[in-house]
């Protein structure tokens, strides 16, 4: 069964840090692009970032691009998102899915339940 | 970036009735890069409808999906109780993947 599991969330201050982390299980991790989605309190999702399978290319929306990173450990099935000077428009739970491409279409197949981000002094 | 629309934004209907939510795309898609998602309140989205018209492993047979160009329509054939949630669409056109605002599918 594929399953993903985020953690590390929770609060910070405005101008601080935080790395969130996907633990995933039941597939091949190495095989799939991996994606991070937000969801601000009450508003609609947001495509954050996404990494391919080797980590040799990633891309983000321009509204964290320079604040944070996406990255991946293959050898221990883990996603990552380093967030750095956070603002408190970067409340949101937090979402890694996998991303499957294949000849009938691209999709986000498999998501886990999101971890809570809240910045705020 | 592309650019994407739903409308209408809140669909009110009555269960057994069907329901039909718009999306339009700031330009022109490949059918392979369009992705409808459902989600309840306090869950993870679901993906119900990829390459614009295949469904997911387990969606019923009510839910499909057309469309091209900038063009897409998803299609609730008739509603049942559990339909009742936000609709989302996707584009993985470019890079910059980027979801539409969603459309919520209340009870009338």
């Known amino acids: 069964e594929v399953q993903l599991v985020e953690s590390g969330g929770g609060l910070v201050q405005p101008g601080g840090s935080l790395r969130l982390s996907c633990a995933a299980s039941g597939f091949s991790f190495s095989s799939y692009w991996m994606t991070w989605v937000r969801q601000a309190p009450g508003k609609g999702l947001e495509w954050v970032a996404n990494i391919k399978q080797d980590g040799s290319e990633m891309y983000c929306v321009d509204a964290v691009k320079g604040r944070f990173t996406i990255s991946r450990d293959n050898a221990k099935n883990s996603l990552y998102l380093q967030m750095n000077s956070l603002r408190a428009e970067d409340t949101a739970v937090y979402y890694c899915?996998?991303?499957?491409?294949?000849?009938?279409?691209?999709?986000?197949?498999?998501w886990g339940q999101g971890t809570l981000v809240t910045v705020s002094s | 970036e592309i650019v994407l629309t739903q409308s209408p934004g809140t669909l009110s209907l009555s269960p057994g009735e069907r329901a039909t939510l718009s999306c339009r795309a700031s330009?022109?898609?490949?059918?392979?890069?369009l992705a409808w998602y459902q989600q309840k309140p306090g869950q993870a989205p679901r993906l119900l409808i990829y390459?614009?018209?295949s469904r997911a492993t387990g969606i019923p047979d009510r839910f499909s999906g057309s469309g091209s160009g900038t063009d897409f329509t998803l299609t609730i054939s008739r509603l049942e109780p559990e339909d009742f949630a936000v609709y989302y669409c996707q584009q993985y056109g470019n890079s910059q993947r980027t979801f539409g605002p969603g459309t919520k599918v209340d009870i009338k």
């Open positions: 899915a996998r991303e499957s491409r294949a000849a009938a279409g691209t999709k986000n197949d498999y």
């Open positions: 390459g614009a018209s």
């Open positions: 330009q022109s898609l490949s059918s392979s890069y």
